[in-house]
């Protein structure tokens, strides 16, 4: 088992930033993707930005070039930062961790990220 706390979620005027962080505890797997899903309201979660255990990411079109993905192996924590926010990118962020091997996926409660002047 694999459990996720995030934060850093609030409330951004467009064109501002915030940092997105979730930290894990249980039993890891050696291969396995940390990243980031997100839903806005009458839409279906949609994937925001993965990082693999081998440091290979992947993101989302609508993200590329405005939120970076990195993880602390260490502390056991994925950050999202996330630059140049619009209002389409408000929802509740969800952090996920991915067991590669067995195609487990374990959920953060998310975080809310509102975008609005």
């Known amino acids: 088992q694999v459990q996720l706390v995030e934060s850093g979620g609030g409330l951004v005027q467009p064109g501002g930033s915030l940092r997105l962080s979730c930290a894990a505890s249980g039993t890891f797997f050696s291969t396995n993707a940390m990243g980031w899903y997100r839903q806005a309201p009458g839409k279906q979660r949609e994937l925001v930005a993965l990082i693999f255990s081998t440091n290979n990411t992947n993101y989302a079109d609508s993200v590329k070039g405005r939120f970076t993905v990195s993880r602390d192996n260490a502390a056991n924590t994925v950050y999202l930062q996330m630059n140049s926010l619009k209002p389409e990118d408000t929802a509740v962020y969800y952090c996920?961790?991915?067991?590669?091997?067995?195609?487990?996926?374990?959920w953060g409660l998310g975080t809310q990220v509102t975008v609005a002047s």
């Open positions: 996920l961790y991915r067991a590669l091997r067995t195609g487990t996926d374990y």
